[in-house]
């Protein structure tokens, strides 16, 4: 269609090339993708030393997380071969993002969540795709072991991380950064959970790098919660606990992957507690104007306690180069989880409807 640019025709069509897509590829995009790489001045000015800070912000896809990246790709391969319906455990957003895809391909989604530890926000847009919803007793763990064996036996796709295609998607998004910005920035800081995100990020990074388009690759730089902290702490940890529940993850699918990109890119694994976590998360919206769910915000209370002294940070910011480009992904939007900010900091002052009641009030 000759009124469609490139850009808004979703990651397969952007980077159709590096993707593995063939004519046959039948494509089920919602033009993810191209989110912005946003500027943060204040942020920049708490590092100082001409350093920059970028925020990716990949709560503007379409099902507002960058969950939609990998399953344009996991819907298109599914629908490619055959599948009838997809399945996958959910913390919240890939199962958003898995009904939508699949409600776009007419085939059917069922989700598997632990019971009562998903935010409203991502449950209706499971509902409101049209999913199947299953909530099981037990973790995210369970939950993703169940979908594997159901994977295993019945002609259902699983699009969890474990899909090979999500990663080959979610790179797409350090291509755009170093599109963007014309070179890889020299630090890249994201949030952990599955760290399949971390490891489809550095898997962007060295193809590009690779193939001439960036003259180098950044520091890889991830933040888990502290208590789903399994990388950080190097075992599992068996009852996860974190409010920021996209990452509240106990044994990692991608364990391995994110271990090797943190080693090759001379990155570190780090955790921050859920007060530096919703701090950040305010803070972020209150300075820059940018509203992400706490999960996304730790990459932001990462960079604060890279910045601190006083803390026992893994990596010492003070090992950015001078003038240094630093991006943090941010990955999911803040309105997905709205009961979170409620009971942090809302408020409401009550008034009259009085001119004067009111101006003395807001003074
Ligand atoms: C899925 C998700 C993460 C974690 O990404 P992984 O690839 O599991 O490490 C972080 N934030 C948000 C908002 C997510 O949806």
Not at 197 to 220: D, H
Not at 232 to 249: D, L, N, S, W
Not at 287 to 316: Q, W
Request: charged letters at 20%.
């Amino acid at each position: 269609m000759s009124f469609r640019t490139l850009h808004d025709r979703g990651v397969i069509a952007r980077y159709r090339e590096y993707l593995p897509v063939t004519d046959a590829t039948p494509v089920i995009s919602l033009n993810e993708g191209s989110t912005p790489l946003i500027h943060a001045p204040k942020l920049s000015a708490k590092i100082g030393r001409d350093c920059e800070v970028f925020i990716k912000y990949e709560g503007l896809n379409p099902t507002g997380s960058f969950k939609d990246r990998g399953m344009t790709l996991a819907l298109s391969k599914a629908v490619e071969d055959g599948a009838h319906a997809v399945i996958c455990a959910s913390t919240g957003n890939t199962s958003a993002a898995a009904a939508a895809y699949a409600a776009r391909a007419s085939i059917s989604c069922i989700v598997l969540l632990p019971a009562g530890k998903i935010s409203f926000g991502k449950l209706a847009q499971a509902f409101a795709y049209g999913a199947k919803v299953v909530a099981i007793e037990g973790n995210f763990d369970d939950a993703l072991r169940l979908v594997r064996e159901i994977g295993e036996t019945e002609p259902i796709a699983v699009v969890n991380s474990i899909n090979p295609h999500r990663l080959q998607g979610q790179k797409t998004a350090s291509f755009e950064i170093i599109e963007t910005l014309g070179d890889a920035p020299d630090v890249h800081i994201l949030p952990v959970g599955n760290a399949g995100n971390i490891s489809a990020y550095w898997m962007g990074y060295e193809e590009f790098f690779s193939l001439g388009k960036a003259s180098r690759t950044p520091v890889m730089l991830g933040f888990q919660a502290a208590g789903s902290a399994p990388i950080y702490h190097k075992r599992i940890i068996e009852k996860p606990e974190t409010i920021a529940t996209a990452i509240r993850i106990g044994n990692p699918a991608s364990w391995d992957k994110a271990n090797n990109a943190l080693e090759k890119s001379g990155g570190a694994i780090d955790a921050v507690t859920d007060e530096e976590i919703l701090a950040a998360q305010f803070w972020l919206s209150s300075n820059e104007g940018i509203f992400v769910e706490p999960a996304s915000a730790a990459s932001i209370a990462g960079l604060f306690k890279s910045l601190d002294p006083t803390s026992n940070r893994a990596y010492d910011a003070a090992r950015f180069p001078e003038g240094a480009r630093i991006v943090c992904t941010v990955t999911g939007h803040g309105l997905k989880d709205p009961e979170v900010i409620k009971e942090q900091c809302g408020s409401v002052i009550s008034a009259k409807a009085d001119r004067s009641e009111i101006l003395r009030l807001i003074s």
